[in-house]
């Protein structure tokens, strides 16, 4: 089978918000408009499209990110919608490393929010290229101006406005192209599948000239030869500003700016124009950089398309009710075909692809074999998990993903002895889904131990136990998932000799144990370079002290501390694999016990939206809470606190803000950084 659509007409893309700014009702418009739906679906209604879980549609909130593949004007989009929750931030992170270009969706009236802030970092970690739409203009308090103002200053980007709503909150009417000078107005009673394409009526024209001028300015700034002619007075052609703002976006000089109101179905259609015309095909990004396998420092660069040897990164895993355990792939370079035996290049494993899948939110399409640069899942691999690099011949690997730490532990327990089984593999199963849910068995108390990111993720993961495994675990109250580091350095050196199941197990070691730098998280370095020492020893060795890093002297794991390894002995015939281990992780002990550890807490960013009568008990309820107000701002007829406060006094806060303000105030909560106690 051919490729159906060639390399520079396809799309990846998310989209990627605040939670409730729009992305997933703007994400059901695209469906629409593009024709893959035929009846729009709501997401206050429970029935969107793109949120297919119970729980999302209970609760009007995008959990797992969702990916569909559509088509506009002979272009084929594949589209991931990403959560807004700061809760699931694992999911835009993943989505973001496979994606070529985004949509960053802001509200009309919250502009950039934290959530916003914080998948907008995430991207400029990526450099994925970015595409602004500014929604919601027809709610009360909407200021396009101050979202453009916001998206300077806040992400120190370079919005350029290259549309302009024609009013706003009630009188919000359409839109004004600043490049083609039209005005767009949309047929509410046609759900805005047709539009009218006319001149822009005179009331806007000062203010139409006033921005396309601004436009213009900003447009040559970005091309040296656009720059002359702008010097010289001359005019620009709708092609030539349309050749520098892409040019602009891919390297990330320049965001341009869309606006409308997706639930009023005003404005979509030109965005979905915009994603064709300033966002990255895969052949645009034209390579990528990989690692040799076996060999993690030497680079290789990868060209995207489909005459090379395969390579493909598994970003996401599911668990499907039909088809059980699913990965989603990105494939980078080659053809990927049904039939075919893969090597996994990260665990050096072989997999063999029975089906492949086009993906259509909960909807599959099989499909015989699938292209670079699309997005596609395979079922029933054994071993493939998040992050790992799929190859046929040519042996690399990609970058792995990496993900927040659990900052917050739960305890579950089963109502009986048969269930305990039946828990241990579903919470098997939704750590294989999420890098950032963790569980363990307390052998102490009996329980098990499930630590995430933050409540609402394991209030999710406990209602999913009852309802897709119908496993009625009892659970205890959310508590901080506490760290521990060192504030001086030891040298510490360990013998160990003892016979384990007959055999004598020898192993010795030197390591000096230091603070690392603050937030630069644990490590361990290699400091021996005598060749004689056998490579399993060595490596015996470092994974000793890796593992020691897991638990500190209070039981928590350590942060921010670095294990240097000086010398480790190795007498053949002697010294094994098993005696070394131990003997790095029983040293790592020893030098904790002679330093002592400190206890670090997660302290979290707190932003508060509350009506101004209510701003002086939130600040009261926050300074009992050990927090610590850091400024407070008005936006229209709100306030906004920026504050922050230790987690440990943050759990249930929802319910008291909405005690404090009758339930008008709003906040939401990112962590920020670990502090000592």
């Given at each position: 089978?051919?490729?159906?659509?060639?390399?520079?007409?396809?799309?990846?893309?998310?989209?990627?918000?605040?939670?409730?700014?729009?992305?997933?009702?703007?994400?059901?418009?695209?469906?629409?408009?593009?024709?893959?739906?035929?009846?729009?679906?709501?997401?206050?209604?429970?029935?969107?499209?793109?949120?297919?879980?119970?729980?999302?549609?209970?609760?009007?909130?995008?959990?797992?990110s969702a990916a569909v593949t559509t088509f506009w004007n002979g272009y084929q989009i594949n589209i991931i919608d990403t959560p807004g929750h700061v809760d699931f931030t694992s999911e835009v992170q993943r989505s973001l490393r496979v994606l070529d270009g985004a949509i960053a969706v802001f509200c009309?009236?919250?502009?950039?929010?934290?959530?916003?802030?914080?998948?907008?970092?995430?991207?400029?970690?990526?450099?994925?290229?970015?595409?602004?739409?500014?929604?919601?203009?027809?709610?009360?308090?909407?200021?396009?101006?101050?979202?453009?103002?916001m998206i300077r200053e806040k992400l120190s980007a370079n919005p350029i406005a290259i549309q302009i709503p024609m009013g706003a909150e009630e009188n919000f009417e359409g839109i004004i192209d600043l490049i083609k000078m039209k005005a767009y107005f949309f047929d509410p009673g046609k759900y805005g599948a047709e539009y009218e394409i006319s001149t822009i009526p005179e009331k806007y024209n000062e203010l139409t000239n006033t921005s396309r001028s601004t436009m213009l300015e900003k447009v040559a700034e970005l091309d040296d030869n656009l720059l002359d002619k702008y010097l010289l007075g001359e005019e620009f052609s709708e092609d030539?500003?349309?050749?520098?703002?892409?040019?602009?976006?891919?390297?990330?000089?320049?965001?341009?700016?869309f606006c409308g109101s997706s639930l009023k179905n005003v404005g979509v259609q030109p965005l979905i124009d915009g994603v064709i015309d300033y966002l990255p095909s895969p052949?645009?990004?034209?390579?990528?950089?990989?690692?040799?396998a076996k060999d993690h420092d030497k680079m290789i660069n990868v060209d995207l398309n489909d005459e090379q040897s395969l390579t493909a990164l598994s970003f996401k895993v599911i668990s499907d009710p039909y088809l059980g355990r699913l990965n989603f792939v990105r494939i980078y370079s080659g053809i990927l075909k049904v039939g075919q035996a893969v090597e996994n290049a990260s665990l050096f494993k072989k997999e063999k692809l029975s089906k492949i899948f086009r993906v259509y939110s909960n909807k599959r399409e099989e499909i015989p074999e699938a292209y670079s640069g699309e997005i596609i899942a395979i079922p029933q691999m054994k071993f493939t998990s998040t992050g790992d690099t799929l190859c046929i011949d040519n042996m690399i690997v990609y970058d792995k993903i990496r993900f927040l730490e659990p900052m917050i532990d739960m305890s579950l327990e089963a109502r009986t002895l048969a269930d305990q089984d039946k828990l241990l593999v579903a919470?098997?199963?939704?750590?294989?889904?999420?890098?950032?849910?963790?569980?363990?068995?307390?052998?102490?108390?009996?329980?098990?131990?499930?630590?995430?990111?933050?409540e609402l993720q394991l209030e999710i993961a406990v209602d999913r136990l009852k309802r897709e495994h119908n496993l009625?675990?009892?659970?205890?109250?959310?508590?901080?998932?506490?760290?521990?580091?060192?504030?001086?350095?030891?040298i510490e050196e360990y013998r160990y000799e003892k016979s384990h199941g007959g055999k004598n197990q020898t192993g010795f070691v030197k390591i000096s144990l230091e603070p690392n730098e603050n937030n630069a998280g644990s490590e361990v370095v290699n400091e021996v370079s005598n060749a004689k020492i056998h490579k399993l020893i060595l490596e015996s060795a470092l994974n000793g002290l890796k593992d020691s890093l897991q638990m500190g002297m209070q039981g928590f794991p350590l942060v921010d501390v670095k294990v240097k390894l000086l010398d480790v002995e190795y007498i053949e015939n002697l010294t094994t694999e098993l005696g070394t281990k131990i003997a790095a992780s029983n040293a790592v002990k020893e030098a904790l016990r002679k330093?002592?550890?400190?206890?670090?807490?997660?302290?979290?960013?707190?932003?508060?939206?509350?009506?101004?009568?209510?701003?002086?008990?939130?600040?009261?309820d926050l300074n009992s809470r050990k927090g610590r107000i850091n400024s407070l701002d008005a936006k229209g007829s709100l306030q906004i606190i920026d504050g922050q406060s230790p987690l440990s006094n943050l759990f249930g806060y929802v319910t008291a803000l909405r005690s404090l303000s009758q339930g008008r105030a709003s906040y939401t909560m990112t962590f920020s950084h670990y502090s000592r106690i």
């Open positions: 089978m051919a490729r159906a659509v060639p390399i520079p007409n396809i799309r990846n893309i998310g989209v990627m918000a605040h939670i409730d700014a729009g992305k997933t009702t703007t994400t059901e418009r695209i469906l629409f408009y593009s024709g893959y739906l035929h009846r729009i679906g709501e997401v206050d209604e429970g029935t969107a499209f793109m949120d297919y879980m119970e729980q999302e549609r209970e609760r009007g909130i995008t959990i797992q009309a009236v919250g502009g950039v929010e934290p959530q916003s802030e914080r998948v907008w970092r995430q991207a400029d970690e990526f450099k994925v290229p970015r595409i602004a739409y500014v929604n919601k203009l027809d709610r009360m308090g909407a200021n396009f101006n101050r979202v453009l103002s030539e500003i349309k050749v520098a703002l892409r040019k602009g976006t891919l390297s990330n000089k320049c965001v341009p700016v052949a645009d990004i034209s390579s990528v950089i990989g690692y040799e919470l098997g199963k939704f750590m294989d889904e999420d890098p950032t849910f963790r569980f363990k068995f307390d052998e102490e108390s009996g329980q098990i131990i499930i630590s995430g990111v933050g009625d675990a009892r659970s205890g109250k959310p508590q901080v998932s506490y760290r521990e580091t060192i504030i001086s350095q030891v330093v002592g550890t400190v206890m670090l807490e997660p302290i979290f960013k707190v932003e508060i939206v509350s009506p101004e009568q209510y701003v002086g008990d939130i600040i009261s």
